[in-house]
């Protein structure tokens, strides 16, 4: 049975993970904005077989709450196992050209707070000698592009703040996970036309909770992104100022 916090937890994609965890009989804490859906959310996933599911809120720009609400989460797990942290925002790319503030929210939730609460996670988790972080990330941090780089942005800088707490937690039997998933259908992308490349929360969390399983550092979801960003990021910049994407 693993004591597992998840940040973030309506998410759609966060939803998927949580019920596969349940299914496994692990206890669970959940963290995200609104209280009546984390109430509904922890009572159905004691139905499907959580051993425990509490809830809490928190609004992550709120960054003073970071630390109590991680003390919270620990006294009622008895411990961290597992971290998730899932929260997100999609801005709208062009009100974000024009106005700079939007630019700086989208960033301080898509950044600055998963900068804050991982780096608090990593000095718990470093001190107990074991656990797991694991970060939603993005196939857009892999590469800026002008349909969506706000969002980019703050995906690039945790995937880096990422690879500096794996790097440094290494030794200490911590392992850190960045997930990128690809297009996935749920809430924040409702507005979009779907395609071939969609996949859905179900199938992601399928993966997410493989890739914790097998402590991996990077997993791109579904895997067949890796060769295509592999591709993206390989395109000269010289060529890819040219390209509309
Ligand atoms: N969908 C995709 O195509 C896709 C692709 C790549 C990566 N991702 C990433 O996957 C993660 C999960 O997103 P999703 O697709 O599952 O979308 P979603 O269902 O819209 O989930 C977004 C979550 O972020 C929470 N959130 C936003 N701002 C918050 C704040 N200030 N404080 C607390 N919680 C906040 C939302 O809470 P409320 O319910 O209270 O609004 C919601 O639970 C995100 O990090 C996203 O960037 C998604």
Redo the contacts with the bound molecule.
Sequence with gaps: MKRILVI?A?????EAVARLWAGQGHSLYLV???GE?LQAMAADLQVRGAATAAWAT????RFERHASMLDAAAEALGGIDIALI?????PDQKACERDADLALQALA??ALSVISLAGQLANRLELQGSGTIAV?????GDRGRQSNYVYGTGKAAVATFLQGLRNRLHRRGVSVLTIK????D????AGLRKGALWAT?ASVATGIVKAIERRADVVYLPGFWRPIMLAIRMVPERVFKRLGL
């Design positions: 973030g309506t998410s759609a994609i966060a995200g904005r609104d859906r928190l609004d992550v720009s899932a929260h997100g925002v999609l939730v898509n939603i990330g993005s196939v857009a998933p690809g297009f996935v749920t809430p924040m992308t929360p």
